[in-house]
């Protein structure tokens, strides 16, 4: 398990059903744990730090070593994430190629994605069919919710796993019955971090941020909201009971993302509610306008 | 974050990169870290410090070029760097700058121990 924020492998599940393991993780037993390693007191070759300053984010650190002239330098270019890319553009052509609008819906535990999504497949209930892939730690308690509302819904537990990647999806997708030209609703794992590095194949990440989490959570963690194309300001509904500043919370995701679509509403009171479907409704049409001629889904 | 996660990708990479050129041990692992790319790059060394353990390159030394940040200012009309996803544009102040560079996480290039040098493993 990763000492850093709980990240881990083995344990993965599907519907409560252990997954078969890849063998990619022999150096890291599940029982083996690590202490955090205090710094060392010499920075590390080319850290930028000073007596006063340990920087973690900035400086050249293009340090060569001594004595490494007899080896033969092999030149690689790959990126580091390639492999979840590579599955998550399999499933963004799967998905794409049956019309499938796919969002990976990313935010801090307790947002309120489950209730937005029980509350959208309500609403879409005989107009468009849904299904979702549910991401939590543990329990199924929210694929339990989803299944309530007659829609079709997997659960993967990722264990001590922080995130969602593309080879979990990829495998929900073979155990789905995903309709050609529907919406398919992945809710990632309640973590406001990680999500933000692992594409799915999704057409757009939704990020979801409540009001009770104060204004300055884009800033706190940007690299979620600069992943997304669009936020929805979820419990609007409790605004008069709180001390939160709309105009603030926008201007502090712009300045992350200044492409970044805002859409507050609240699921208790439905207001807001018709914009975030029709902003589905367009991207649905968008989808099955891409979808190819040559499957079967030019019905 | 996934730090874990990123170095287990490395790992694959230097494992299948090195059986794909015959080398038996490596020396040294060059990666490529944008300044944008949200990874803590101390956390990053102390995974793969662990990750690599028993493997073709362990005991490797772990080379981490920081590639710098940039952005496109809308109301500049230009690139201009970026520190920080938040950051304003250094020319205009304005905060319409979306991050275009230093976002990149790769393994850029492995040293293999000469063939007299290999280990016996």
């Given at each position: 398990m990763c000492s850093v924020c709980g990240c881990g492998s083995g344990e993965l599940r599907y519907n409560g059903k252990p997954a078969a393991q890849s063998g990619a993780n022999?150096?890291?037993?599940?029982?083996?744990?690590?202490?955090?390693?205090?710094?060392?007191a010499q920075p590390a070759a080319g850290r930028t730090t000073t007596p006063d300053r340990l920087d973690y984010g900035s400086g050249p650190a293009h340090a060569h070593a001594p004595g490494l002239s007899q080896a033969q330098m092999v030149s690689i270019e790959q990126n580091i994430l390639g492999k979840n890319d590579a599955l998550a553009d399999?499933?963004?052509?799967?998905?794409?190629?049956?019309?499938?609008?796919?969002?990976n819906l990313v935010s801090s535990p307790g947002s309120g994605k489950t209730t937005l999504l029980v509350e959208t497949i309500t609403r879409l209930a005989g107009s468009v069919p849904v299904t979702v892939i549910e991401g939590d730690q543990q329990t199924e308690f929210d694929a339990e919710r989803i299944r309530a509302t007659g829609a079709p819904?997997?659960?993967?537990?990722?264990?001590?796993?922080?995130?969602l990647d593309a080879h979990m999806v990829g495998t929900a997708l073979t155990r789905l019955p995903i309709a050609e030209r529907s919406l398919l609703l992945i809710e990632n794992v309640g973590?406001?971090?990680?999500?933000?590095?692992?594409?799915?194949?999704?057409?757009?990440?939704?990020?979801?941020?409540?009001?009770?989490?104060?204004?300055d959570k884009p800033l706190k963690y940007p690299d979620m909201?600069?992943?997304?194309?669009?936020?929805?300001?979820?419990k609007i509904d409790l605004l008069p009971y709180l001390k939160f500043d709309l105009a603030r919370v926008f201007d502090y995701a712009h300045r992350v993302n200044p492409r970044l679509v805002m859409l507050p509403l609240s699921a208790t009171s439905g207001e807001g509610f018709d914009d975030w479907l029709a902003w589905i409704r367009s991207g649905l049409a968008r989808s099955g306008a891409s979808c190819k001629p040559s499957t079967e889904c030019m019905s | 974050m996934h730090e874990?996660?990123?170095a287990e990708g490395v790992r694959n990479i230097v494992e299948e990169s090195a059986c794909a050129h015959g080398g038996k041990r490596v020396e040294r692992v060059v990666l490529q870290i944008g300044e944008l790319a949200a990874v803590e790059v101390e956390a990053l060394r102390f995974c793969l410090e662990l990750i690599l353990k028993d493997g073709v390159a362990d005991g490797a030394l772990i080379d981490i070029e920081i590639t710098p940040g940039r952005g496109w200012c809308a109301q500049c009309a230009s690139t201009v760097a970026l520190a920080q996803l938040y950051d304003a544009c250094p020319q205009c102040g304005s905060y319409r700058v979306q991050a275009t560079g230093g976002t990149e996480m790769r393994v850029k290039e492995l040293a293999l121990a000469a063939t007299w040098g290999q280990s016996a493993s």
């Open positions: 022999k150096a890291t037993g599940p029982t083996r744990s690590y202490a955090f390693r205090p710094l060392q399999a499933n963004r052509r799967w998905l794409t190629e049956r019309g499938v609008f796919t969002l819904a997997l659960q993967i537990n990722t264990g001590k796993g922080c995130h973590n406001l971090v990680c999500p933000a590095a692992f594409d799915l194949g999704e057409a757009h990440k939704v990020v979801i941020l409540s009001v009770t989490e104060g204004e909201f600069a992943a997304a194309d669009l936020m929805v300001l979820s | 874990m996660s990123l």
